[in-house]
């Protein structure tokens, strides 16, 4: 009989140690360390059958070892240049934009994709959408719904339009073994499993969601993509703290990590890549939602304070910056208010800002403008949801601080570009071009910026204003 014996992984880092301890040694983190039992029999592949079946190869016993496929499933060494059939990665577009541009161009065939964000954003719609787009241009999706019932999914799709795809299956199961053998019965390209949570193995003596059951089951599901050729997307649950349920190893797993991000009583979602081994970190997508699903804000705009239109009354305590999300350009509203504190008691409060950032510039605001904030309450935060962590925010987000304590503010239309030194200095920044034409297409007329972007923001019928230092920014304060 095998030998089985007990370790205890961390929740928070993946890291195993062999007894348990109040501390994980690896990570610091308390009370992470969670029992999980190993035996001989997790060496066993128990998707040997599927790979038969999509090689198209017929094995007697499908729990046979790995090795017993007589080279039909084990690796083999061959050159860079011919690895894979020396084909080009594939990609399989929604043909939902901003879906795509965060998946950097679409989803790789054989990739496995984790999407986490808080319960009732909408990552089961998202997905659905995107499970019919792939289906309306021919791909076949299997959708596994470990948390509803196949007529629940069935009243979603209709109300999202999405309900006649022949190409869409829809599965309602929490046994990975059943999931695998729909999978090798219907041969889709695209396997949507939500959520990863809920699926189990009956062989692992845990309950669904724990570690142990959580690690083998994504382990295998990601070794059932690279084996098959099949996409896998992943939907996950986040912990109180705003991370991915279960543990970091999960992430290492998959070739990438999306969040979807934003508030519930708001209607704008934003969705980031933490991870993509198959493009960049950087892009963001953004979506609206509404009464019939997701809808792709236009270029962005919708996030953007695009109330900067002439007529409108200036607001003390708003600005609104121009800000780089990869490769596009989001105009981004800052707020900030004033109140009287308690001197050794002021808070500081930010939603969507770096909060090191914030202090940052308010004793920057007191050293070089003389302003006194010591005793005064200051919150800060960026409207529609998207997090703002560029430099370039640092001289809009000064002069919203600056207007609401002052009761003053710039002149209506107007965008703010600038980094703010520790000297009082405005640094330039990158990309002062790009940042410009958004901002005039939006109907921005005046823009204040550092002297060296001047040149490069220079854009007809957009008004550009210098401000090289932090009291020549407060000038510009009406």
Same mark, same amino acid.
């Given at each position: ?197 809920? !699926?189990? $193995?009956?062989?692992?003596? +845990? *309950? =669904?969601?724990? @570690?142990?059951? /959580?690690?083998?089951? %994504? ?18 649950? !986040?912990? $109180?703290?705003?991370?991915? +349920? *279960? =543990?970091?190893? @999960?992430?290492? /797993?998959?070739?990438? %990590? ?26 963001? *997508? ?193």
């Amino acid at each position: 009989m095998a030998k089985v014996r007990d370790v205890f992984v961390c929740s928070a880092c993946g890291g195993t140690q062999s007894r348990w301890m109040g501390k994980c040694p690896d990570c610091g983190a308390w009370d992470s360390l969670e029992k999980q039992t190993l035996d001989a029999t997790a060496s066993k592949d128990p998707q040997r059958g599927i790979v038969a079946a999509w090689r198209g190869a017929e094995i007697e016993d499908p729990h046979a070892d790995l090795a017993g496929l007589a080279g039909l499933a084990t690796p083999q060494a061959a050159p860079i240049a011919e690895a894979g059939g020396g084909a080009p990665v594939a990609r399989i577009s929604s043909r939902i934009g901003e879906l795509d541009r965060v998946l950097g161009g679409g989803l790789v065939v054989g990739s496995v994709v984790l999407l986490g964000g808080e319960p009732g954003i909408g990552k089961s719609t998202l997905l659905l959408q995107a499970a019919s787009a792939w289906a309306r241009t021919g791909t076949r999706v299997l959708y596994v719904s470990s948390e509803e019932s196949a007529e629940q999914v069935r009243g979603r799709a209709e109300r999202l339009g999405a309900g006649a795809e022949k190409e869409l299956f829809v599965l309602a199961d929490t046994n990975l073994a059943r999931i695998v053998e729909q999978a090798r019965r219907v041969v889709p390209r695209v396997l949507v499993i939500d959520s990863a949570q809920m !699926v189990y $193995k009956s062989d692992i003596p +845990a *309950g =669904p969601g724990s @570690v142990t059951q /959580l690690r083998r089951c %994504v382990a295998e599901l990601v070794y059932l993509a690279k084996a098959s050729g099949i996409a896998v997307v992943l939907v996950g649950h !986040v912990t $109180k703290e705003g991370s991915l +349920a *279960g =543990p970091r190893i @999960v992430e290492h /797993l998959v070739d990438a %990590v999306l969040t979807f991000e934003g508030d519930r009583y708001h209607a704008h979602r934003i969705v980031r890549a933490v991870k993509n081994r198959y493009g960049t970190t950087m892009e963001l *997508g953004i979506f609206e939602m509404t009464g019939t699903g997701l809808r792709e804000a236009p270029e962005g705009a919708g996030v953007a304070a695009v109330q900067g239109r002439e007529g409108l009354q200036p607001r003390p305590g708003s600005v609104v910056c121009p800000v780089m999300q990869g490769s596009r350009c989001v105009l981004v509203e800052l707020q900030a208010l004033t109140a009287t504190g308690f001197l050794g008691a002021a808070k500081r409060k930010s939603s969507g800002i770096d909060a090191g950032r914030l202090a940052m510039l308010i004793a920057v605001l007191e050293q070089h403008a003389g302003l006194r904030l010591a005793d005064m309450d200051v919150f800060a935060s960026s409207v529609g949801g998207l997090k703002v962590a560029e430099p370039a925010s640092d001289l809009a987000l000064l002069l919203a601080i600056a207007g609401a304590h002052r009761r003053k503010a710039v002149e209506p239309a107007t965008a703010v570009i600038g980094e703010v030194g520790l000297g009082g200095e405005i640094r330039p920044v990158t990309h002062a071009e790009q940042r410009a034409r958004e901002a005039a297409r939006l109907g921005y007329t005046t823009l204040i910026l550092p002297p060296p972007n001047a040149k490069q923001a220079g854009v007809k019928g957009v008004r550009v204003l210098k401000a090289a230092t932090v009291s020549d920014a407060m000038g510009l304060l009406g």
